[in-house]
């Protein structure tokens, strides 16, 4: 509690910077204590809440911390997210390793401004990905191209898939055509959005349909 900055990752400067705390509260504390007098002993868990500003740029940022402990001995975060700006829907949990390895790379390699590193990384998570869903072909043009045929993207994914693959190209071959940090955000956006379809959102779907075939064998079940 009572923090006075925190060190993000500022997407305007595109670095790490310090965000100086102008306001803060906190969202409530749960105990598991049945009466008031077990309060003492008992642990609790609660949120506090940190809206920021960038000291170079005054970007907004809000915080979240979460904490547990127990009155009177400890009290520790156990998370820290940023909430706002709006962190991704990439589900990483839903990513296979290799494409998680991948991926991530990229968006280090990106926070650091090391565009080339980028979008090769992004050329790689896509080459993970054909391996993880088995796309035939001998080169990586004829494996998206598989994925498309085998419904795992549609025609736009395709055609996303296929930039990131030329971009990824001409950052490991042309050495006189820079990456700019526009080019590499968006590289990095298009392989985030494929990702995102392909496992996370897919992932959701099937959760979604088992659920809702559960709620209606359970109610076509009762009397």
């Not at 400890?74 to 709006?86: A, C, K, M, N, R």
């Not at 968006?107 to 980028?118: D, I, V």
Request: net charge negative.
């Amino acid at each position: 509690m009572g923090e006075s900055s925190f060190d993000v990752f500022c997407p305007k400067c595109n670095i790490l910077v310090e965000a100086r705390v102008i306001a803060e509260g906190h969202g409530g504390f749960r105990s598991n204590a049945i009466n008031p007098i077990d309060e003492v002993d008992t642990d609790y868990h609660g949120d506090l809440y940190f809206v920021c500003l960038c000291r170079r740029c005054s970007q907004p940022f809000l915080i979240r911390q979460s904490l547990y402990g127990i009155p009177g001995e400890f009290e520790s975060i156990t998370d820290e997210s940023v909430l706002y700006p709006t962190e991704s829907k990439l589900i990483q949990e839903t990513l296979p390793k290799s494409v998680k390895i991948a991926y991530d790379q990229a968006a280090r390699s990106f926070n650091a401004s090391l565009f080339e590193p980028c979008v090769l990384m992004c050329r790689k998570c896509l080459e993970a990905v054909c391996k993880t869903l088995g796309a035939q072909g001998r080169d990586l043009s004829k494996r998206l191209v598989s994925l498309s045929e085998a419904g795992h993207i549609d025609s736009r994914l395709l055609s996303w898939a296929h930039e990131i693959r030329l971009v990824g190209n001409e950052a490991a071959h042309e050495m006189e055509v820079p990456v700019t940090q526009e080019d590499a955000r968006d590289i990095l956006d298009f392989t985030e959005a494929i990702l995102i379809y392909v496992f996370s959102l897919t992932n959701r779907f099937d959760s979604f349909k088992a659920r809702r075939t559960k709620s209606d064998t359970e109610e076509g079940g009762m009397p």
